[in-house]
């Protein structure tokens, strides 16, 4: 819902916060309000924590924001040819590893 609201009202801010409650409501208060309350840098200016961040998860080990970061070449390879590949969930629940691995080829009415 919060994306759609930022998508559809770019005139509001919308910031959409993830926190991992600590056990004292008094710090996580303030560390919620640190976050709600941090003025926007101005266009251009990536310095600061709140640099237009719309996206941000508190936990015990600190304040995580989404990056995108290049690969190095060997870390990546395009399914080449005609072999099925499958995406499978290499660890279970919250920090869930997604992971391409070959599969064998199906026939019709062939059940995996």
Do not use: C, K
């Not at 101005?42 to 719309?54: I, L, V, W």
């Not at 040819?81 to 997604?98: M, N, Q, T």
Request: net charge negative; proline share 10%.
């Amino acid at each position: 819902m919060a994306r759609t609201l930022a998508n559809e009202h770019s005139d509001l801010r919308v910031t959409r916060l993830s926190l991992e409650r600590l056990g004292d409501p008094a710090a996580d208060a303030q560390r919620l309000v640190r976050e709600l309350l941090e003025p926007l840098v101005p266009a251009g200016d990536d310095q600061g924590p709140a640099a237009r961040e719309d996206e941000i998860v508190l936990t015990s080990g600190g304040r995580f924001v989404p990056r995108e970061r290049e690969l190095p070449s060997g870390e990546h390879s395009e399914p080449g040819g005609d072999e099925p590949f499958a995406l499978e969930i290499g660890a279970p629940g919250l920090s869930y590893e997604p992971v391409w691995t070959r599969s064998r080829s199906l026939t019709p009415g062939q059940a995996r």
